[in-house]
């Protein structure tokens, strides 16, 4: 059954959509959230509000759309690209769900709890440095300190936490746009679309004219693929997402956006009963339990966390499918050239 706050959850985010009454009646709460979010900006900019400069450029891969629209992939991919092009990347985030305010290393073998599901995944997928806390500078001066060699940070989320100064910023949208275009609570934007940025992204099999309108700019396009589902039991036993046709199938994922995970599995050729799960789900309560199902696919954001607890590890029902970002080429050409024109402290 879901919970209250799930279920508060998915009213706001389907009012979101369109301008209808729950939306309107909000609306005069949203004008004063962007009046204070505003003052906040002027605040920072004017220098009233204090900053850190880290030494080294920092790249903040962000959103202003509440909720989940690939972050973590991009990041990834990012963190991939950077170093093709010779690049050290580390990777600093505040780790949703992690348990400790201070400056945190995180490794393959880090709890969920402690860290959160996404640095975690981030740290296993690339193999870079990455520190979580919940000061952003105070995180990439810890970063910096254990790992000298680093040459360029970047920051998952935190595309509002101006108390760090950044180089470069890219903001993430998905095939919703901007919602109804206005901002919390009346709407799912944090701030308005108009904001700068250096790079816009829309994570869509295909970029509508109407969400090119939204989000404004020339977007890059990023598609999220997965081709591939491995046991939970058993990682790196790869089998092809067409093979397991047929079989009695349950998509269950803990994201911002779940419905993008069905529709990538459909797209497969599977179909699937669908099981969405509150955003950083903990999966402590169960879910599977009552679940009648030959196979239960999750995704790696999920699965790291169902890794480590003792009833779910062991259920040799849970497959998880890793997926990857893809992009234009010609983006991670622009930011490395960014990067290298970036001035340090």
Not at 49 to 54: M, V
Not at 56 to 61: Q, S
Request: charged share 20%; glycine share 10%; with cysteine.
């Amino acid at each position: 059954m879901p919970s209250t706050s799930s279920s508060l959850e998915t009213t706001l985010t389907r009012a979101w959509l369109r301008r209808g009454p729950l939306a309107c009646a909000l609306w005069p709460l949203s004008l004063l959230f962007r009046a204070l979010s505003g003052l906040r900006t002027l605040l920072f900019r004017a220098g009233v509000l204090k900053s850190t400069r880290l030494p080294v450029p920092v790249i903040v891969v962000g959103n202003i759309f509440i909720g989940g629209t690939g972050k973590t992939p991009l990041t990834i991919w990012l963190a991939e690209a950077l170093r093709a092009a010779g690049f050290n990347p580390g990777i600093i985030s505040r780790g949703h769900g992690g348990s400790d305010s201070a400056p945190r290393q995180v490794t393959p073998d880090s709890q969920a709890r402690e860290v959160g599901d996404e640095p975690l995944l981030i740290a296993r997928r690339t193999g870079c440095p990455v520190v979580v806390g919940r000061n952003r500078g105070a995180a990439g001066r810890a970063l910096l300190a254990a790992h000298p060699h680093i040459d360029v940070i970047l920051t998952d989320d935190g595309l509002q936490h101006y108390a760090l100064q950044r180089d470069i910023e890219i903001m993430l949208f998905d095939g919703r746009g901007t919602g109804n275009g206005w901002l919390l609570p009346a709407g799912p934007l944090r701030e308005a679309p108009s904001r700068r940025r250096d790079f816009t992204i829309v994570n869509a099999p295909d970029i509508t004219p109407a969400v090119r309108e939204a989000v404004g700019g020339e977007p890059f396009r990023m598609q999220l693929a997965g081709e591939f589902a491995e046991p939970l039991l058993r990682p790196g036993e790869r089998v092809p997402l067409a093979s397991l046709r047929g079989r009695r199938l349950v998509a269950a994922c803990g994201i911002g956006n779940p419905q993008r995970f069905f529709t990538l599995l459909r797209g497969a050729g599977l179909e699937v009963i669908e099981l969405a799960l509150p955003d950083h789900h903990d999966f402590l309560d169960q879910p599977f339990a009552a679940v009648d199902a030959d196979i239960i696919l999750i995704t790696e954001k999920d699965a790291v966390k169902c890794a480590q607890i003792e009833n779910l590890k062991n259920d040799p029902r849970l497959w998880v499918v890793p997926v990857t970002a893809q992009l234009d080429g010609a983006l991670a050409q622009q930011i490395v050239e960014k990067c290298r024109g970036c001035s340090t402290a």
